[in-house]
């Protein structure tokens, strides 16, 4: 399994989870209600998670703020949520600057605001390389 596919497995159960909420709920909450709704469905496959977890923005060793993810789960995959008709470039750039700012590797951007829910694996390549590096 390649680097690609890293925590395959477990984005496949987040993203399960995620259909179980939009095949209930379908479209048109506020992202808040999906936020809950996942929240329930996490729990009962089994996952660890925290839900809004702030984490420090920094800038040149200097803390500017902070951020909260709408979830981290197994302390592995960051999950963005959003309640949107579309996903844009903007939110994708949004989910990595996230991922990086986590140091993370994967997170999943997910949209329940549309008539299909839409998802999108985000890798962060800086990241994966930093590891693969310390591995050599």
Do not use: W
């Amino acid at each position: 399994m390649g680097e690609e596919y890293k925590y395959k497995d477990l984005t496949h159960k987040i993203i399960g989870c995620a259909m179980a909420v939009h095949n209930t709920l379908g479209n048109g909450f506020q992202e808040v209600i999906y936020q809950r709704a996942l929240a329930i469905e996490l729990a009962q496959a089994g996952l660890d998670f925290q839900r809004e977890l702030a984490m420090p923005i920094f800038y040149k060793e200097q803390q500017i703020g902070t951020r909260r993810v709408d979830f981290l789960v197994e302390n592995k995959i960051m999950v963005e949520l959003k309640a949107i008709t579309q996903l844009e470039k903007v939110h994708l750039a949004q989910a990595l600057n996230y991922l990086e700012a986590y140091k993370l590797e994967i997170g999943l951007l997910i949209n329940f605001g549309n008539t299909s829910l839409q998802f999108k694996r985000i890798i962060n390549e800086r990241k994966l390389k930093r590891s693969k590096e310390s591995k050599e």
